[in-house]
């Protein structure tokens, strides 16, 4: 019976284990068969190592095909090779799995596959290194994101993905049927968290959520991970400086604790984060106005616009105080100046990170703008009913996990930072 418990990864073979036993279980990379003895290279999650077949392991080594799973047993010693400062001179050489070739993708990465390959079969492109370094990154930036939210006092809830009613207005929802009645797949937590913060006062979710939208670009995804936080008796200001804080600490910790992963997902170790620029919407209409683009007051920023703002204020920036018209129902006016909202985007460049505002606790209010946006208060009576409750004011926002990671990573599609997309004509793997 083969053992097949390993005792190291790759990544803790260094020199203080020299004339130990040890047990590795990985991929095949690469055999150099030098007649009486080959040299292995064997990767597994952590990286790679060398080990030095001979005997009647050199024949096993020989018919072995690249990317067969397998466990060695051996001595380490000192390497010669440049990129090994260890080997283990193996005494065991067991194939537990072999590859079939021709395989669809090069894992290696040294040919190079089209991007809906890689995605056909994602399980094996992620022993490539640089792939599976961003999806290390993104499983550290959510721990990141869970610690800093609880060091701010918030806990974190699980709201259904399964509704009754088209929340939000209803546009762009799946709607699909549930035990003969029309239910829906949530675009997002919104009317829930604003709920729970009547007794549990400050809550994140993190979790999936579902848009129809027919969108083909490299931003755009129907299935996404948000981020959402809704926190009691704040005002959209104060919301602002927290999506600082949780950016930043993903920022810090990549650049502190996973540089070497940083670096080879491709992402700018270097990157600097700081206070954002908060930026009003009248003030973006000026600069653009002065770089050509003439906007009236009410007209939405398109992708144009929003790359001209992005070339004149690099990195991160908020876009604050829209024009009330053009956010959802539940966001706060101005007291100062009704047509404007208390609400805020995160950008980076032209890409919108985060969406964020004071929300409406006046049931009257919220009752009236839903006229006003065309939507019958009757569809909303389970959620109206908890403002007469004594709903204390609140704030929130939601981020779109995927994009800061594109943006963190440098990728250039929000396919590459998520294992199984989902998009318009993708559904699978």
């Known amino acids: 019976m083969v ?17 130990q036993q040890v047990r590795i279980g990985g991929w095949i990379e690469d055999v150099r068969d030098i ?25 096993a080594a020989r018919q072995a ?72 990154l993104r499983s550290a930036g959510l ?34 049927d ?36 027919n969108s083909h670009t490299v931003r755009h995804l129907t299935e996404f991970t948000s981020i959402d936080v809704e926190a009691a008796f704040t005002d959209y200001e104060d919301v602002m400086d927290l999506v600082e804080k949780v950016v930043g600490s993903v920022i810090q910790e990549f650049q502190q604790s996973h540089k070497s992963d940083l670096e080879l997902a491709g992402g700018r170790a270097d990157m600097q984060f700081g206070k954002i620029e908060r930026l009003s919407y009248a003030r973006c209409l000026d600069e653009l106005s002065k770089h050509g683009e003439k906007l009236k007051f009410g007209d939405d920023l398109s992708d144009a616009a929003l790359r001209k703002l992005g070339e004149m204020h690099s990195g991160f920036y908020f876009i604050m105080d829209w024009p009330l018209k053009l956010k959802p129902f539940y966001i706060h006016e101005k007291e100062d100046d009704p047509r404007l909202s208390k609400s805020f985007d995160l950008q980076y460049g032209y890409l919108e990170l985060v969406s964020g505002g004071r929300r409406l606790h006046d049931p009257e209010k919220l009752k009236s703008r839903l ?16 403002f007469d409750w004594g709903m ?38």
């Not at 007649?35 to 024949?59: M, S, Y």
Request: proline residues 6%; glycine residues 8%; positive net charge.
């Open 3 to 19: 053992d097949i418990h390993r005792t190291h990864y790759a990544r803790q073979l260094q020199e203080d284990l020299v004339g």
């Open 35 to 59: 007649g009486k003895l080959a040299f292995v290279t064997i990767r597994d999650a952590t990286g790679a190592c060398q080990a030095i077949v001979t005997g009647d392991g050199v024949q």
């Open 65 to 136: 095909q690249r990317q067969s799973a397998v466990i060695v047993a051996g001595t380490v010693q000192k390497s010669k090779a440049k990129d090994f400062p260890v080997e283990v001179k193996v005494t065991e050489f067991t194939i537990l799995s072999k590859a079939v070739h021709p395989l669809p993708i090069d894992p290696t990465g040294r040919v190079e596959s089209a991007p809906d390959k890689r995605l056909d079969a994602r399980a094996l492109d992620l022993r490539n290194p640089r792939v599976a370094a961003i999806f290390r």
């Open 143 to 176: 721990e990141v994101v869970r610690d800093t939210l609880r060091g701010e006092g918030f806990i974190e809830v699980n709201t259904p993905k399964i509704i009754g009613s088209a929340s939000e207005g209803g546009a762009n929802l799946f709607g699909f």
């Open 178 to 213: 549930y035990f003969k009645r029309k239910a829906y797949l949530a675009q997002s937590p919104q009317l829930y968290k604003e709920q729970l913060t009547l007794g549990l006062d400050r809550v994140f979710e993190i979790g999936p959520y579902f848009r129809a939208e």
């Open 371 to 386: 006229v006003e946006q065309g939507l019958n208060p009757a569809s909303f009576a389970e959620h109206l009913k908890a």
């Open 392 to 429: 204390p004011p609140h704030s929130g926002w939601g981020l779109g996990f995927d994009r800061l990671m594109m943006v963190l990573t440098g990728s250039q599609n929000v396919r590459d930072v998520v294992l199984y997309p989902r998009d318009t004509d993708r559904l699978t793997p």
